[in-house]
C-alpha cells in the first residue's frame, strides 16, 4: 500500500479518528503497562534492600554490643 | 534424559529460569510488533467495502484472541494451583490476570472505535459484545476478590473458585456469532475453514496475534516474579539473593 502524502496516511480515508483512536490506545495500554510493571518490581526491589539494610544494621549492634 | 519438571515448580528456580526468558520474549515481541504494525499499515492493501477502516482488525482480532485465550490460561493455572495447592501456578494466574483485563478492554475498545463507522453505533447490546463485556467483569472481579483478602494462600483458592466458574462464559464468547443473530460478524478465521480474508490481511493479523503473545509471556513473567519476591521476602533465598545485587 502506498500513500500518497502523510496527510492521506493520517486521515486514513476519512477514518482517522477511529485508525488512530484504537492503535494510539493499544499503544498507550501496552507501554503503561510495561511502565507499571518495571516500577511496581523497582520500588519492591529498593525495599528490600531496605529491609536488608535494616536487618544487617541490627546483626551488627548484636554483635558489637 | 529426563528433565525434572518439579524443578521449576519451586519458586526460587522458577525466579531465575525466568529472568532469563523475559529479554528474549521481550525482544522477539518487538520486532514482531514493528513487523505487524508495517504490514497494517504499508503492505496491506485497502479493503474495497471498509476503505481504511478495516485496518483496525489488526489489533482487535488479537487483543480480542488475547482475552479469551489469556483467561482460559489464567484460570487453568488457578485450578493446578487449587487441586495440588502449588504456591507458583497460583502465583502466576494472579499475574495473568492485569494483562488479560487489558487486551478485553482494548478488544472492547477497539471494537467500539470499529463499530462506529460501520454499525453506526459505539456499542450494541449484542451476544459477542456483552458476553465479552462480562469477560472483562470477570477479570476485574478475579483481581479485586484476591486484593480484598489479606492471606495469600485463601485468596488464591478464592480467585481460583471465581476464574474456574467464569470459564462457562469463554464457550458463550466463541459461539456466540454462531448460536445468536448477533451484529457482530462470523468468525473470520476457523480451524475448520478456510479463511475468508486476503492472504496478507491475515499474515499481518497473525504476526501481530504472536506479537501479543510474546509480549504477554514477558509481562506474566516479570509480574511473577515480583510476586515471588513480594511473598517470599523472609525467606532465606531472598535475601541471599539479594545480597548479590546490591
Known amino acids: ?65 | 534424559m529426563a528433565i525434572n519438571w518439579f524443578k521449576y515448580s519451586s519458586p526460587a528456580s522458577f525466579y531465575s529460569l525466568a529472568g532469563k526468558l523475559i529479554p528474549i520474549f521481550s525482544i522477539v515481541a518487538l520486532i514482531l510488533f514493528l513487523v505487524g504494525l508495517y504490514i497494517s499499515f504499508f503492505v496491506a492493501p485497502t479493503d474495497f467495502q471498509q476503505s481504511e477502516a478495516y485496518r483496525i482488525i489488526f489489533i482487535h482480532v488479537p487483543a480480542a484472541w488475547m482475552s479469551m485465550f489469556l483467561y482460559l490460561i489464567m484460570a487453568g493455572w488457578a485450578a493446578i494451583g487449587l487441586a495440588f495447592n502449588t504456591r507458583l501456578s497460583s502465583m502466576i494466574a494472579t499475574a495473568i490476570a492485569p494483562t488479560g483485563a487489558m487486551f478485553t478492554f482494548l478488544a472492547l475498545w477497539t471494537g467500539a472505535l470499529w463499530g462506529k463507522p460501520m454499525w453506526g453505533a459505539w456499542w450494541v447490546w449484542d451476544a459477542r459484545l456483552t458476553s465479552e463485556l462480562i469477560l472483562f467483569f470477570l477479570y476485574i472481579g478475579f483481581m479485586a476478590l484476591q486484593a480484598a483478602i489479606d492471606d495469600p494462600r485463601r485468596a488464591d483458592k478464592a480467585g481460583a473458585v471465581l476464574a474456574l466458574v467464569g470459564v462457562v462464559n469463554i464457550p458463550i464468547i466463541y459461539f456466540s456469532v454462531k448460536w445468536w443473530n448477533t451484529l457482530h460478524q462470523g468468525a473470520t478465521v476457523s480451524l475448520t475453514e478456510s479463511p475468508k480474508m486476503a492472504s496478507i490481511m491475515l499474515t499481518g493479523m497473525l504476526i501481530m496475534s504472536i506479537a501479543c503473545w510474546m509480549y504477554s509471556i514477558a509481562m506474566v513473567l516479570i509480574r511473577t516474579r515480583t510476586i515471588i519476591l513480594e511473598r517470599e521476602r523472609h525467606t532465606v533465598w531472598v535475601s541471599e539473593l539479594h545480597k548479590g545485587t546490591t
Open chain 1, 1 to 65: 500500500m502506498a500513500w500518497a502524502s502523510l496527510s492521506d496516511f493520517l486521515s486514513m480515508g476519512g477514518y482517522g479518528f477511529y485508525v488512530w483512536g484504537s492503535f494510539l490506545v493499544f499503544l498507550i495500554c501496552l507501554v503503561g503497562e510495561v511502565v507499571l510493571v518495571l516500577n511496581r518490581r523497582r520500588t519492591l526491589l529498593k525495599q528490600l534492600s531496605l529491609t536488608h539494610e535494616a536487618t544487617k544494621n541490627e546483626q551488627n549492634n548484636e554483635t558489637t554490643t
